[in-house]
């Protein structure tokens, strides 16, 4: 068994924050990561880190925009945190040598980004998230925090008392991919979960194939509540073929969207009638898939963005990667054509319920980035908010796992916030089919901290024995495909009723085919398949509660639009989606919004761009 | 047409030398016959497409049997307009083998897992257009490095090499609560050099790097380029920095083959950056003034 004082779960911008802040405090750190540090999807976020720095700006104005961008469904303390500490962040960031880009007197350059008053995105070309992962993992090797590299964590190790609030986690269980190698790991203060987004639940995503729903999937398992799963962004512009992330940076410097007649969609059609292109995400994104699905799309799939009025001076000073990438992954010049851009799967409002300390409702149980929610984003994350709530959570989240004191959180968390119970109204039954071995907590009422750890070992032991063993049954992958292209048809921009419902039962298949799945490759040796297949089961999971909240909430709320539902019920609907596990009954209740803030009470105002 | 594992007589006998118990060859037995159904399948489904593309991939697994002798398969996949060497590779996996094994994530040439040798040539396998390459597309583990199974590599030489450039910013002289400048003609010289995702093609492609298990490497000089030329780390920095770079294994070794810059997925210069950390290493070690 390994032991140190803080675990991190992922290495991304998040867990390695997260790992830096905590040795900064004295704490014994070590990363356990199924990608070595410098693989993470971190390094394909392209836009920018919002930051109020300058003059005209203020951190008030950050939150504002961020609230409103939130459609009012982002928790005011959160939000406030965020924006008062990104400013340091940022420095930080610089002060540990990111290379960010310059203006000519040599400070940090800042653009204009979609849904913010005021141009305060700072940027590293169209690659600041390549950076930042470097810039960070530099840090951690600067400073000699160990790293389990290629280590797969699959298990928590939590105690097994009835009430989630009740329950420690006192470590994780982790397979060695090299060696098959299982073993525990105990953290004497905290696990912290930074395990990144869960986009490969979806067939047309900007996320990477590790972007598996691990920390989510998890954590619920534990017992902690997963919060607002329904609200997924969908990014205006992906490239059609693959899914590839075309910046908002590339709207941000004046790109402009057009329709297969040549028009500027945005305004001929009154989207967003004062920012046009660089209203909200997900304004922009419902503005161009209207524009397909009324026949005014190109090749009936995708709109134009156009950047190339910019100059080929600018574009290649400040949006080369952009270039690169239409070359590459759509055969585009993007300094001779327009590229094609469609809306693809790009992020989670939504994740592990967390207060502004990064604390689940379990004990030593922590989460940051975006499997975590805290929340900032509410319905919809602004461009340029998600680095920033890396570094900003990612900090607050290691410090306190290794004992700062951060003062007392506002934000409540696990079943004794709950302020009402909810209706799924799910035509099919939820949650675990009939796995008892597969619950993470209940590992036979194990309560001191030695067996806890043990107990976990042996039950991720015995599934992966059960997958190995099995002689026939179904491929992981083809479950895979066939959940994904269900989220994809159904739980997309536009969502219906009886899609959702439709949905739910293609993942309770997914469930039921899951049961007869199994590991075709006998080695222990870096056995891929192995890993995917417990990824799947991830997957499976954390599409249910995105599913089942969106069925649920009916209204039409920032990224999440219902067709039955065409207004926001601020009276109504004011309120977090809470998704509990329940060992395998899945329980859908909610808790209040925050609006109160430090100085000022956030008033719900309609949404215009 | 599609063939994993064939049906070789040598296999049949390793497999009637084989010590396993009865139910362990059974269960071989009976996978391989699974393995056939689901390939006749594929099969069925590439016919569906106009043409497929004819893999040839090393095979090699230290625990299984008839892997610890290295081989190529063959993978014929459906070929779609666009698809890269990493979708062809998915193709195989998920539809004729689940062993097969490489490691890829980004799937969009950021995160640097992929490089592989893909016809003779150190490549990023997500950025490499299939209709490029001439068939049969052969597809290999980065050369030079140790294999653990298939196609991947232990990178863990790599990482050293990287580690042991001091490779983080250093400075003692930071302005208090505010960003230190830097101009914008210094970050573009440095830019090229920012852009390293850590995929080791050049190491791989190295002759130096392959005879000397001590050289720095490209990848690793690069790195040290990027802090030594940043002025942000200011003048004192830079002289340790040459130190470390000008040692018997450090710039020294680089014969300008070029083989690095010509396979680098993100054009970094890197030999244009060794050769300029030589002319500093000069000019620090004769020291006119």
């Known amino acids: 068994m390994h032991e140190h004082d803080v675990i991190v779960v992922g290495a991304g911008g998040a867990g390695l924050r997260a790992a830096v802040a905590a040795h900064e405090e004295g704490a014994d750190v070590a990363m356990v990561t199924k990608l070595h540090p410098v693989r993470s999807h971190t390094g394909a976020a392209e836009g920018g880190i919002n930051a109020a720095l300058r003059e005209g700006d203020s951190w008030e104005s950050h939150a504002y925009d961020t609230m409103k961008g939130s459609d009012f469904l982002g928790d005011a303390p959160a939000i406030e945190t965020l924006c008062q500490t990104s400013p340091d962040e940022v420095i930080q960031l610089e002060h540990w040598g990111m290379p960010f880009s310059r203006e000519e007197d040599g400070r940090v350059s800042q653009r204009p980004f979609g849904g913010l008053s005021f141009p305060r995105t700072t940027y590293a070309g169209a690659e600041t998230g390549h950076h930042l992962l470097h810039t960070m993992y530099e840090q951690v090797v600067k400073r000699g925090i160990t790293v389990y590299d290629e280590w797969y964590v699959s298990r928590l190790a939590v105690t097994d008392h009835d009430d989630p609030e009740d329950r420690t986690c006192h470590g994780v269980v982790a397979i060695d991919i090299q060696s098959g190698r299982v073993e525990g790991f105990k953290a004497n203060n905290g696990v912290i979960i930074a395990t990144g987004g869960p986009g490969q639940a979806f067939d047309h995503t900007t996320n990477a194939v590790s972007c598996t729903g691990d920390g989510p999937a998890m954590a619920y398992r534990a017992g902690v509540p997963l919060e607002d799963m329904e609200f997924i962004q969908f990014h205006p512009t992906t490239l059609p073929s693959t899914g590839v992330l075309i910046s908002e940076g590339v709207r941000g410097e004046g790109g402009i969207l057009y329709n297969a007649n040549g028009e500027r969609l945005m305004f001929e059609y009154g989207y967003a009638n004062n920012d046009g292109e660089l209203a909200s995400r997900d304004v922009v994104a419902r503005a161009e898939l209207t524009e397909v699905n009324e026949g005014r799309g190109i090749e009936d799939e995708y709109v134009h963005l156009d950047m190339r009025h910019l100059g080929d001076e600018r574009i290649i000073d400040r949006l080369e990667n952009i270039l690169h990438l239409a070359a590459d992954f759509e055969g585009v010049d993007g300094l001779e054509r327009p590229m094609p851009v469609k809306p693809g799967q790009h992020y989670a409002m939504g994740g592990i319920e967390t207060d502004e300390n990064g604390q689940t409702c379990i004990s030593g149980l922590y989460a940051a980035g975006e499997c975590a929610c805290v929340s900032v984003h509410g319905a919809n994350r602004l461009g340029g908010n998600a680095l920033p709530e890396l570094i900003v959570y990612g900090a607050r989240a290691g410090r306190h796992a290794a004992g700062k004191d951060l003062g007392e959180a506002q934000i409540q968390t696990g079943p004794s916030a709950k302020s009402e119970d909810g209706d799924i109204g799910s035509p099919v039954p939820l949650g675990a089919v009939d796995t008892p071995d597969e619950d993470v907590a209940a590992d036979g009422a194990a309560v001191d901290v030695e067996t806890v750890i043990s107990k976990a070992v042996e039950a991720e032991n015995a599934r992966i024995e059960r997958l190995m063993t099995k002689d026939e049954g179904l491929q992981h992958a083809e479950i895979r495909h066939k959940l994904q292209k269900a989220m994809t048809r159904n739980v997309n921009v536009f969502r219906t009723e009886d899609g959702l419902k439709q949905a739910l039962r293609d993942i309770r298949e997914a469930r039921e085919a899951y049961e007869d799945v199994y590991v075709a490759d006998p080695s222990r040796t870096f056995n891929t398949d192995l890993i995917h297949t417990i990824e799947t089961q991830n997957l499976i999971d954390v599409a249910e509660t995105i599913t089942a909240g969106a069925l649920a909430r009916t209204e039409f709320r920032g990224a999440h639009w219902r067709a039955e539902h065409q207004e926001r019920k601020d009276d109504e609907w004011i309120k977090h989606t809470l998704m509990a596990w329940n060992d395998g009954s899945p329980e859908l209740y909610y808790k209040p919004v925050i609006l109160e803030g430090e100085e000022k009470t956030y008033e719900p105002k309609v949404r215009s761009y | ?289």
Request: negative net charge; glycine residues 4%.
């Open chain 2, 1 to 289: 047409m599609s063939t994993q594992i064939p049906e070789t007589e040598s296999e049949s006998e390793e497999l009637a030398q084989s010590t396993e118990p009865e139910h362990q060859q059974r269960r071989m037995a009976e996978k391989r016959e699974r393995r056939a159904e689901r390939e006749a399948e594929a099969e069925a489904d590439a016919a569906a497409y106009d043409e497929t593309i004819h893999l040839k991939v090393f095979r090699y697994d230290p625990e299984v049997e008839g892997k610890k002798e290295p081989r190529f398969d063959d993978f014929h996949v459906p070929f779609k307009q666009g698809m890269t060497v990493l979708d062809a590779l998915m193709q195989a996996r998920d539809l004729f083998d689940s062993s097969l094994t490489f490691r890829h994530s980004c799937r969009q040439a950021i995160c640097g897992s992929d490089a592989m040798f893909v016809n003779g040539k150190q490549r990023l396998c997500c950025k490499t257009q299939i209709s490029d390459l001439s068939e049969p597309v052969r597809v290999e583990p980065l050369p030079h490095q140790e294999v653990v199974k298939d196609l991947v590599v232990d990178m863990e030489h790599f990482y050293d090499q990287m580690e042991s450039v001091e490779p983080y910013f250093q400075t003692n002289d930071l302005p208090a609560g505010e960003e230190q400048r830097q101009t914008r003609e210094n970050r573009e010289k440095v830019k090229m050099s920012t852009r390293c995702i850590w995929c080791g093609a050049c190491m791989s492609s190295c002759n130096i790097a392959a005879g000397d298990n001590e050289y720095l490497g490209p990848a690793a000089l690069n790195k040290a380029y990027r802090f030594a030329m940043d002025e942000r780390e200011g003048e004192d920095m830079k002289q340790h920095r040459l130190q470390i770079i000008e040692q018997e294994h450090g710039v020294w070794r680089c014969q300008t083959q070029f083989s690095c810059t010509n396979v680098c997925p993100k054009d970094i210069p890197l030999t244009e950056h060794i050769q300029e950390l030589k002319r500093e290493a000069v000019k620090n070690n004769l020291k006119f003034w």
